[in-house]
C-alpha cells in the first residue's frame, strides 16, 4: 500500500509549500540524509539559522559585514529550494565549485570572469571560516532562542572545561545509576571521552540474564535448595512479581547502566505497559515486550523501536485497546497514543519557533481507521497430553477499514495513507517527532525546561543519524550543556534511580527483592506499574512527603543485610572500610576528604537543599 504526500487545499505558507518536496513516497526517506558533494536534502528543523559577523578590508578602512548562515550539524551554509526540496549547501562546496568554474574559465581566456569567480569563491570562505566555528561549537553568534548567543545550559560544544570528581559524579548520576567510589576513580583517571566509550559499548550478559530467568520462575535462584524450574513447555509458566524483581537483579548488577537508563527512558511514556490486569495466558507476550525494549536499549534505532511498539501485544494491542479498535466501529486510543506518547506529542515547534499543533481530532480518527483490524485469539497446542493456551494476536481482514486515510490535514505534512505501516512513515516525516524525542532526551539527561532553539538543534543531530539515538546521547554526554552550573540539581531524581543508584553506588546488599519491590511500590514508582498511561508523575514522585518516604526506603535497606542468592536470614556484614572509606587513612583533613568522597559517591553535597534532584 503507498503512502502519498498531498497539497493541503488551504493558504501554505511559502515554506510550508517547499516543505512538500522532501515528503515523498519510499526512496525519499532513505534518501533525506543523504550527502552529495556537500549538498544535502533536508526537513525543516533539521537546520536552524544564525547571523554571523567578520571583518573586511584593511586597518583603518576595515568594515564589519553580517551575513545569515545556515547550520546543519557543525557545516554552515544555506538553505534554498531546489526542485521542490529543500537543499542544503555548504559554503565550503560554494567556494569549491566557484574556484573549479574560476579555472575553467581561466582555461577558455575568459580573464575577467575568472577573476570575478574566483572573488566570489574567496568570499564564500570568508564565510564559511567565520559561520563554521559557530555551527561546531554552538556557544556563540546567534544559535540560540530569538537568534541570540546560545547559553552554555545548551550548548552542544564539548566540554573542555575541569575534570574532577564533581564532573564524574554528574555523569555517572545523569548518564548512568552512579558509580563507586573506584568507579569514580578510573572515571577521573581515563577521561571523559574514554569513559562515555565504554559505557556505551553494549556487554553481552549470558549469566545476568539466566539468573533473571530462574528469579522469574518462583522467585529464587538454581542455587536454592527450594527453586523451582518453570515448565520448558508453557511459555506463561513464571511470577510476573518475579518478572518485575528480576529487573532489580538486572539493574543491580548489569554492566550496561547507560543502557538501562534509555530502557527505562522508554519504559516510561513512550512504552509504559501495566501489569495490573495480564492475564494468564499472554504472560509471555510481557517478556515480548520487555525484550522490544531491551533490543531497543541495545540498538539506540528509535525508529524500529517505535514500529515495534506500535504492534507490541501488551502496550499497543492491550494496555492502550488497539485489539477493540474495529474499523466499522474504531477505538481511538492507541492511534492517540501512538503520537501523543511515543513519537510527536500533540504541539511542537514550528518554523518560526513558536508552539503549532501536530494534529488534531480528525486526524486521530483517521490514524484509527489506518490502524484498524487487530484482534486476540486462542492458540492451543497439546504437548505430552497437556493442552498450553496463549493469547495471541491476529489480524482480521473484516475488521480493518479499507480505502484511503488523510493525516495531517492541512499541513506540509499531510499524507495519503492506507495502514498502520504508511501511518509510521508518514509520522516519521513530521519534524515534530524527532523535536518530541530531542525534548524528552534534553529533559531525561540536562534540563528540564529547554527552548525551542535547543530542541531544534538536538532534534537535526537526531535526523542526521536517521532517529539512532546513542550518537545524540553521545553528544549530551560531552557537551558543554551537561556540565554547565545552571544545570545543576534542576533533574528530579525518580526513586527508582534513587534507590538502585545508592545500592550500586555504595554496593549495599539488599535485604530481599520482596522488600525492594514494597520499598518502591511505597514510592509509587515499581517498574512496569505506572500510575496510568501517561507513566509516572515526576514532580509527585519528587514531592516534600515523598521526600522524606525516599529517606525511609534507604533506611529500611540498611537496617538489616541479607545475602540475596538464596534471602538466608544470616545477617550479612557491610564493610564500610573496603566501600567507602579506603585510601584515606594518611590523607589530611581525611574527615573532609571522607565527606568530600561520599558527596560525589552519592551526588548530594551539605549545601543542597533538595536532595533527590541531579
Same mark, same amino acid.
Not at 510 to 536: A, K, M, Q, T
Given at each position: 500500500?503507498?503512502?502519498?504526500?498531498?497539497?493541503?487545499?488551504?493558504?501554505? !505558507? #511559502?515554506?510550508?509549500?517547499?516543505? &512538500?518536496?522532501?515528503?515523498?513516497? *519510499?526512496?525519499?526517506? /532513505? $534518501? %533525506?540524509?543523504?550527502?552529495?558533494?556537500?549538498?544535502?536534502?533536508?526537513?525543516?528543523?533539521?537546520?536552524?539559522?544564525?547571523?554571523?559577523?567578520?571583518?573586511?578590508?584593511?586597518?583603518?578602512?576595515?568594515?564589519?559585514?553580517?551575513?545569515?548562515?545556515?547550520?546543519?550539524?557543525?557545516?554552515?551554509?544555506?538553505?534554498?529550494?531546489?526542485?521542490?526540496?529543500?537543499?542544503?549547501?555548504?559554503?565550503?562546496?560554494?567556494?569549491? !565549485? #566557484?574556484?573549479?568554474?574560476?579555472? &575553467?574559465?581561466?582555461?577558455?581566456? *575568459?580573464?575577467?570572469? /575568472? $577573476? %570575478?569567480?574566483?572573488?566570489?569563491?574567496?568570499?564564500?570562505?570568508?564565510?564559511?571560516?567565520?559561520?563554521?566555528?559557530?555551527?561546531?561549537?554552538?556557544?556563540?553568534?546567534?544559535?540560540?532562542?530569538?537568534?541570540?548567543?546560545?547559553?552554555?545550559?545548551?550548548?552542544?560544544?564539548?566540554?573542555?572545561?575541569?575534570?574532577?570528581?564533581?564532573?564524574?559524579?554528574?555523569?555517572?548520576?545523569?548518564?548512568?545509576?552512579?558509580?563507586? !567510589?573506584?568507579?569514580?576513580?578510573?572515571?577521573?583517571?581515563?577521561?571523559?571521552?574514554?569513559?562515555?566509550?565504554? $559505557?556505551?559499548?553494549?556487554?553481552?550478559?549470558?549469566?545476568?540474564?539466566?539468573?533473571?530467568?530462574?528469579?522469574?520462575?518462583?522467585?529464587?535462584?538454581?542455587?536454592?535448595?527450594?527453586?523451582?524450574?518453570?515448565?520448558?513447555?508453557?511459555?506463561?509458566?513464571?511470577?510476573?512479581?518475579?518478572?518485575?524483581?528480576?529487573?532489580?537483579?538486572?539493574?543491580?548488577?548489569?554492566?550496561?547502566?547507560?543502557?538501562?537508563?534509555?530502557?527505562?527512558?522508554?519504559?516510561?511514556?513512550?512504552?509504559?505497559?501495566?501489569?495490573?490486569?495480564?492475564?494468564?495466558?499472554?504472560?509471555?507476550?510481557?517478556?515480548?515486550?520487555?525484550?522490544?525494549?531491551?533490543?531497543?536499549?541495545?540498538?539506540?534505532?528509535?525508529?524500529?523501536?517505535?514500529?515495534?511498539?506500535?504492534?507490541?501485544?501488551?502496550?499497543?494491542?492491550?494496555?492502550?485497546?488497539?485489539?477493540?479498535?474495529?474499523?466499522?466501529?474504531?477505538?481511538?486510543?492507541?492511534?492517540?497514543?501512538?503520537?501523543?506518547?511515543?513519537?510527536?506529542?500533540?504541539?511542537?515547534?514550528?518554523?518560526?519557533?513558536?508552539?503549532?499543533?501536530?494534529?488534531?481530532?480528525?486526524?486521530?480518527?483517521?490514524?484509527?481507521?489506518?490502524?484498524?483490524?487487530?484482534?486476540?485469539?486462542?492458540?492451543?497446542?497439546?504437548?505430552?497430553?497437556?493442552?498450553?493456551?496463549?493469547?495471541?494476536?491476529?489480524?482480521?481482514?473484516?475488521?480493518?477499514?479499507?480505502?484511503?486515510?488523510?493525516?495531517?490535514?492541512?499541513?506540509?505534512?499531510?499524507?495519503?495513507?492506507?495502514?498502520?505501516?504508511?501511518?509510521?512513515?508518514?509520522?516519521?516525516?513530521?519534524?515534530?517527532?524527532?523535536?518530541?524525542?530531542?525534548?524528552?532526551?534534553?529533559?531525561?539527561?540536562?534540563?528540564?525546561?529547554?527552548?525551542?532553539?535547543?530542541?531544534?538543534?538536538?532534534?537535526?543531530?537526531?535526523?542526521?543519524?536517521?532517529?539512532?539515538?546513542?550518537?545524540?546521547?553521545?553528544?549530551?554526554?560531552?557537551?558543554?550543556?551537561?556540565?554547565?552550573?545552571?544545570?545543576?540539581?534542576?533533574?528530579?531524581?525518580?526513586?527508582?534511580?534513587?534507590?538502585?543508584?545508592?545500592?550500586?553506588?555504595?554496593?549495599?546488599?539488599?535485604?530481599?527483592?520482596?522488600?525492594?519491590?514494597?520499598?518502591?511500590?511505597?514510592?509509587?514508582?515499581?517498574?512496569?506499574?505506572?500510575?496510568?498511561?501517561?507513566?509516572?508523575?515526576?514532580?509527585?514522585?519528587?514531592?516534600?512527603?515523598?521526600?522524606?518516604?525516599?529517606?525511609?526506603?534507604?533506611?529500611?535497606?540498611?537496617?538489616?543485610?541479607?545475602?540475596?542468592?538464596?534471602?538466608?536470614?544470616?545477617?550479612?556484614?557491610?564493610?564500610?572500610?573496603?566501600?567507602?572509606?579506603?585510601?584515606?587513612?594518611?590523607?589530611?583533613?581525611?574527615?573532609?576528604?571522607?565527606?568530600?568522597?561520599?558527596?560525589?559517591?552519592?551526588?548530594?553535597?551539605?549545601?543542597?537543599?533538595?536532595?533527590?534532584?541531579?
Amino acid at each position: 500500500m503507498g503512502l502519498q504526500f498531498v497539497s493541503s487545499p488551504f493558504k501554505l !505558507s #511559502l515554506l510550508a509549500v517547499i516543505s &512538500l518536496g522532501f515528503a515523498l513516497p *519510499n526512496t525519499a526517506f /532513505a $534518501a %533525506k540524509n543523504k550527502k552529495n558533494n556537500g549538498n544535502s536534502v533536508v526537513a525543516i528543523g533539521d537546520t536552524y539559522s544564525t547571523d554571523v559577523s567578520y571583518e573586511i578590508g584593511k586597518k583603518k578602512k576595515k568594515k564589519e559585514v553580517t551575513f545569515s548562515a545556515d547550520c546543519y550539524g557543525e557545516k554552515a551554509g544555506k538553505v534554498k529550494s531546489v526542485k521542490g526540496k529543500l537543499m542544503f549547501t555548504s559554503f565550503a562546496q560554494e567556494a569549491s !565549485s #566557484l574556484k573549479k568554474k574560476a579555472k &575553467l574559465a581561466n582555461k577558455r581566456g *575568459n580573464k575577467k570572469a /575568472a $577573476a %570575478k569567480l574566483r572573488a566570489k569563491a574567496a568570499a564564500a570562505a570568508k564565510r564559511n571560516k567565520a559561520a563554521v566555528e559557530i555551527c561546531r561549537k554552538g556557544s556563540s553568534g546567534g544559535g540560540g532562542e530569538g537568534g541570540g548567543p546560545i547559553p552554555t545550559a545548551e550548548s552542544l560544544a564539548p566540554y573542555t572545561g575541569t575534570w574532577g570528581y564533581r564532573e564524574a559524579s554528574i555523569f555517572h548520576h545523569r548518564f548512568t545509576f552512579g558509580a563507586t !567510589s573506584k568507579e569514580l576513580d578510573a572515571t577521573v583517571t581515563n577521561g571523559l571521552e574514554a569513559t562515555l566509550n565504554n $559505557a556505551m559499548s553494549w556487554k553481552n550478559e549470558p549469566i545476568l540474564e539466566e539468573q533473571a530467568r530462574q528469579w522469574q520462575c518462583n522467585r529464587r535462584f538454581a542455587n536454592d535448595e527450594n527453586y523451582e524450574e518453570c515448565d520448558p513447555f508453557d511459555v506463561n509458566d513464571f511470577s510476573l512479581t518475579g518478572f518485575v524483581e528480576s529487573m532489580y537483579h538486572i539493574l543491580l548488577y548489569t554492566k550496561n547502566p547507560l543502557h538501562y537508563r534509555m530502557f527505562y527512558w522508554a519504559h516510561d511514556e513512550r512504552g509504559t505497559l501495566g501489569l495490573d490486569n495480564v492475564d494468564n495466558d499472554e504472560r509471555y507476550a510481557v517478556r515480548t515486550h520487555f525484550k522490544m525494549l531491551q533490543d531497543f536499549a541495545k540498538s539506540g534505532d528509535f525508529k524500529s523501536f517505535a514500529e515495534t511498539w506500535h504492534e507490541d501485544h501488551m502496550v499497543s494491542l492491550r494496555y492502550l485497546d488497539r485489539a477493540l479498535n474495529d474499523g466499522t466501529n474504531p477505538n481511538e486510543n492507541e492511534a492517540r497514543e501512538f503520537w501523543e506518547l511515543n513519537t510527536t506529542s500533540p504541539d511542537y515547534c514550528d518554523s518560526n519557533n513558536e508552539i503549532a499543533p501536530v494534529y488534531g481530532p480528525l486526524d486521530i480518527a483517521q490514524s484509527a481507521l489506518a490502524t484498524s483490524g487487530w484482534t486476540f485469539a486462542d492458540d492451543e497446542q497439546e504437548i505430552n497430553s497437556t493442552t498450553y493456551t496463549r493469547i495471541v494476536k491476529a489480524f482480521s481482514p473484516v475488521k480493518f477499514a479499507e480505502g484511503q486515510k488523510i493525516v495531517f490535514i492541512g499541513t506540509p505534512y499531510e499524507a495519503v495513507i492506507e495502514d498502520s505501516d504508511d501511518l509510521v512513515e508518514a509520522t516519521f516525516q513530521h519534524p515534530a517527532v524527532a523535536q518530541h524525542v530531542a525534548e524528552e532526551l534534553i529533559k531525561e539527561f540536562i534540563q528540564p525546561f529547554p527552548s525551542c532553539a535547543f530542541i531544534k538543534r538536538v532534534a537535526s543531530l537526531i535526523t542526521e543519524h536517521n532517529f539512532n539515538l546513542y550518537p545524540v546521547v553521545r553528544t549530551l554526554a560531552l557537551s558543554e550543556a551537561a556540565y554547565a552550573s545552571e544545570n545543576e540539581k534542576t533533574l528530579i531524581k525518580l526513586p527508582l534511580n534513587y534507590i538502585i543508584g545508592f545500592l550500586r553506588s555504595t554496593q549495599y546488599p539488599v535485604s530481599s527483592y520482596n522488600e525492594l519491590n514494597d520499598i518502591l511500590g511505597d514510592l509509587g514508582h515499581r517498574p512496569f506499574y505506572p500510575n496510568s498511561i501517561f507513566g509516572w508523575n515526576s514532580e509527585a514522585l519528587a514531592s516534600d512527603a515523598n521526600t522524606i518516604l525516599h529517606w525511609n526506603g534507604i533506611a529500611r535497606i540498611m537496617k538489616r543485610t541479607y545475602d540475596v542468592t538464596n534471602e538466608d536470614p544470616t545477617e550479612k556484614t557491610y564493610n564500610f572500610y573496603t566501600n567507602l572509606v579506603y585510601g584515606l587513612d594518611n590523607v589530611a583533613n581525611s574527615d573532609e576528604a571522607l565527606i568530600a568522597r561520599l558527596s560525589h559517591l552519592l551526588g548530594v553535597y551539605p549545601t543542597d537543599t533538595a536532595p533527590i534532584v541531579q
